[in-house]
């Protein structure tokens, strides 16, 4: 598709090849929670959830604050929405959007616990966050037992699945210390197994621990970046495709003298004549200052373009001296071909990082053969 202005497009068709892709590694009757936080990884989380929910992909979602969850539920999503991270000040949101809370800390529990009574709910599901490692937020396996007990009788409420996170599952290396989680994370299921007499669901595995422990699904899977293209290994990378293409036109063209300096702070100073076109993305649309100077680059009509200078905040410029091209000549970001993750890595970081930040003002685009 050729475009006119800077546009994000969103293939759905993609985006099912990967949940399918994602869900033959699973063994029967493993539920697949869509993780759709941070706009779906840039993306549009409407759009995806709304998508995975009309194409039966998707047995529940996860976003990480309340207020995507509220967005969700607007937009008519009706499956259940685990929030990943919410505070005590979500507690009437949450149950005004039907959302369903991670209780990390105990103090949290406690609030949760007054707050349920309060409002006179019953059985009101929330998920037990398991600290096997990762550090970040959760309860100790010596903490679960004390959490149980300020749990029991409290029929207000009910937990409904328990899980914890692998901190390093695209690393193989690493593999000796997941095994210790996953052990650890054991140890917690069967504590609350002795607390609980209903059915918990487990989940502990993110997309590379989808691809890399199939020994540890438990009863569910959480997965993101899969969904959106990514396999974060080379080996399995050819059984996914990047669900986006970002995509701009040249906006003007100007030809340089030897001398002459491009963008802000002499940031690019010319040592030959030279063609400069410039670009409408930004550091303001998630391209960050890193990708100057050389770092990053653009692909036009499939020559690689390094963006010179400083990025401005709602643009760049990139080098095409030689390249004979006009203004309005389509310009490719990122594609399937020149993917977001290798634009990422020239700046040293993740596609995660360079997806997630892309502005909500790029146009999005959605395809769907
Ligand atoms: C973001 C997140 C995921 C998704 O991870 P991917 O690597 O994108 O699959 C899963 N679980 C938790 C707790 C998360 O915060």
């Known amino acids: 598709m050729s475009v006119q202005e ?9 985006l099912q090849h990967n949940v399918r892709q994602l869900k033959k590694h699973l063994k029967e009757g493993t539920r697949f ?24 992909l998707a047995d529940e979602f996860a976003v ?6 509220i967005e969700l539920r607007k937009a008519g999503v009706t499956r259940p929405i685990l929030i990943f991270h919410p505070q005590l000040v979500d507690f009437e949101d949450i149950v005004r959007y039907n959302l369903e809370p991670t209780l990390y800390s105990k103090r949290l529990i406690t609030h949760f616990i007054d707050f349920a009574k309060e409002k006179q709910l019953h059985q009101y599901p929330f998920h037990l966050k398991c600290n096997s490692g990762m550090n970040r937020l959760g309860f100790s396996v010596e903490e679960i037992d004390e959490v149980c007990e300020l749990l029991k009788g409290h029929e207000e409420l009910k937990v409904r699945t328990a899980f914890s996170h692998l901190l390093a599952s695209e690393d ?23 607390h609980f007499s209903h059915k918990i669901i487990y989940h502990n595995c993110n997309t590379s621990g989808i691809l890399n422990y199939p020994e540890a699904h438990f009863d569910m899977v959480r997965s993101g970046i899969g969904m959106y293209g ?16 970002l995509k701009s036109i040249i906006s003007q ?3 340089i003298q ?5 963008g802000y702070n002499f940031g690019f100073q010319a040592q030959k004549p030279m063609e400069i076109a410039t670009i409408s993305v930004g550091h303001a649309d998630g391209l960050n200052r890193i990708y100057g100077k050389e770092v990053g680059f653009v692909f036009i009509k499939d020559k690689k373009c390094p963006i010179v200078g400083n990025v401005c905040m709602d643009m760049i410029m990139v080098d095409i001296t030689g390249l004979d091209y006009e203004e309005g000549e389509e310009v490719v970001i990122f594609d399937e071909r020149h993917t977001s993750e290798t634009l990422a890595e020239t700046a040293k970081t993740i596609s995660y990082e360079l997806i997630t930040s892309l502005s909500r003002r790029i146009k999005r685009v959605f395809i769907e053969d």
Do not use: C, W
Not at 33 to 53: I, P, R, T
Not at 172 to 194: G, S, T, V
């Open 6 to 14: 800077t546009t994000l497009e969103i293939h759905l068709d993609n």
């Open 258 to 262: 030897k001398g002459d300096y491009v």
């Open 230 to 245: 990514f396999a974060n290994d080379p080996r399995l990378q050819k059984d996914f495709k990047p669900i986006t293409t």
């Open 172 to 194: 193989l290396q690493a593999r000796p210390f997941m095994e210790k989680q996953i052990a650890l994370f054991k140890a917690f299921q069967k504590k609350l197994e002795n």
């Open 253 to 255: 063209i100007h030809t």
């Open 64 to 69: 990480a604050f309340t207020s995507e969850g």
């Open 33 to 56: 929670l869509a993780v759709v936080k941070a706009n779906s990884y840039g993306n549009s989380s409407v759009a995806v959830a709304q998508y995975l929910e009309k194409k039966d």
